[in-house]
């Protein structure tokens, strides 16, 4: 199993980010995914997470309303939209899914300061 994020960077307040993540190694159509982040100095934490059937979506209270979790399962590819962006919402944001344990990928950091 392989998680590979991409697409993070610095970012002005208000402005907008999709992250990727692009899976290999297990049949991805059929696992729900995970994002979580983690800041310096705190634990990480759960931000959003998508089905594998239907393709439902639950968001952590922080990001709801600002941020879109999707998947493309022909490309293998978990998406997280993020848009009107804060300061607070600097952190290493990683994928994440459960194929007979945790797997994680590298991360990818999001910087949002003016």
């Known amino acids: 199993v392989q998680l590979v994020e991409s697409g993070g960077g610095l970012v002005q307040p208000g402005g907008s980010l999709r992250l990727s993540c692009a899976a290999s190694g297990f049949t991805f159509s059929r696992y729900g995914m995970n994002w979580y982040r983690q800041a310096p100095g705190k634990e990480r934490e759960w931000v959003a997470g998508?089905?594998?059937?239907?393709?439902?979506?639950n968001y952590g209270d922080a990001v709801k309303g600002r941020f879109t979790i999707s998947r493309d399962n022909a490309k293998s590819t978990v998406y997280l939209q993020m848009n009107s962006l804060e300061p607070e919402d600097t952190a290493v944001y990683y994928c994440?899914?459960?194929?007979?344990?945790?797997?994680w990928g590298q991360g990818t950091q999001v910087t949002v300061s003016s």
């Open positions: 998508i089905t594998a059937i239907g393709g439902n979506t």
């Open positions: 994440n899914t459960y194929y007979g344990r945790m797997y």
